[in-house]
């Protein structure tokens, strides 16, 4: 037998090593991610659910029959549950419309509107509250326009219409750009097909376009419920933290000039946590029936 027709050992195991490389070649580049997903999402996540259980430096479940005892803790989930859902159902409708009918105007004049949402989406928080203070304050702008001619006789910016206001308006901008691309599911020959076999629009949009879009406008609404119910900075600068939502109420747990109580906070989150998973799990339930419902 010929020298060349011998493998050696060290050239096998060198090949091995080297495929072994190429192999996990994707797990090692997905590391620094992983890494920075764990230390600013899970390990958080497992710390607040740790620490939620904690009570006067005892493990116990004090703190959530705390949270469940007290209506002012009990009333700060509802308004921003209330918040959350209207100004979800709002803003998706309104954003269906909007993106509706960008598909069918001029391309320079929708890449306009794209850009301007985009920025609006953006502008959130401190800025945002002095914007509404500005328009639509007990001085607003917009609020003496009314009144001078009569449409309004009272509105309370800091109340739980004038907050579903400011929901609604940094709503909207994330649902278009979310559902935007969406839209691009829908064929124009459909309606024109539609038509011709003597449907009307309105029959179009029930029975084949909003079926078609129902998985993106359930996820949608399911993260405008999320981004809502997180929602701090423009609420807290809104009414100074004089309205009753929860974020506000875990900040002042935390931050608090009088009263610290970060255990209690922590389980404020778990339960926000959980209500937002169930969402979801809700919400993927409903999409694999849709899904299943086509096929």
């Known amino acids: 037998m010929s020298s060349s027709a011998v493998t050696h050992p060290s050239n096998a195991s060198n090949k091995s090593i080297v495929a072994w490389i190429k192999k996990i070649k994707p797990a090692i580049w997905l590391a620094p991610l992983a890494l920075f997903f764990y230390l600013f999402q899970l390990a958080p996540m497992i710390w607040v659910f740790i620490n939620s259980f904690i009570y006067e430096d005892e493990y116990s479940f ?3 029959q705390e949270i469940f005892d007290s209506s002012f803790m009990l009333q700060g989930f509802s308004n921003s549950l209330w918040l959350s859902i209207w100004s979800s159902l709002i803003g998706l409708m309104i954003a269906t419309l909007l993106v509706s009918s960008l598909r069918r105007i001029d391309s320079k004049l929708r890449d306009g509107v794209i850009a301007f949402t985009n920025m609006s989406s953006n502008f959130s928080g401190v800025p945002l509250a002095f914007a509404f203070i500005i328009i639509l304050g007990v001085n607003g702008a ?5 009144k001078q001619y009569g449409l309004i006789d009272d509105f309370n910016l800091y109340g739980k219409w004038g907050l579903l206001s400011l929901y609604i308006y940094f709503q909207i901008p994330l649902a278009v750009l979310l559902l935007y691309p969406a839209f691009d599911a829908l064929s124009d020959d459909w309606q024109a097909a539609s038509a011709l076999l003597g449907a009307k629009t309105w029959q179009y949009w029930t029975k084949i376009a909003l079926p078609v879009l129902f998985p993106a406008l359930l996820g949608t609404f399911i993260i405008l419920i999320a981004n809502a119910i997180g929602a701090y900075a423009s609420v807290y600068a809104l009414t100074n933290g004089n309205y ?3 974020t506000v109420r875990i900040a002042s747990l935390v931050s608090g000039d009088l009263f610290l109580e970060p255990n209690l906070a922590a389980a404020i989150s778990v339960i926000l946590m959980a209500i937002l998973a169930f969402i979801t799990i809700v919400n993927q ?6 899904y299943h419902a086509k096929r």
């Open 62 to 64: 004090e703190n959530y």
């Open 142 to 146: 917009f609020t003496l326009l009314l």
């Open 244 to 246: 009753n939502v929860i």
């Open 285 to 290: 339930w409903l999409i694999a029936r849709s």
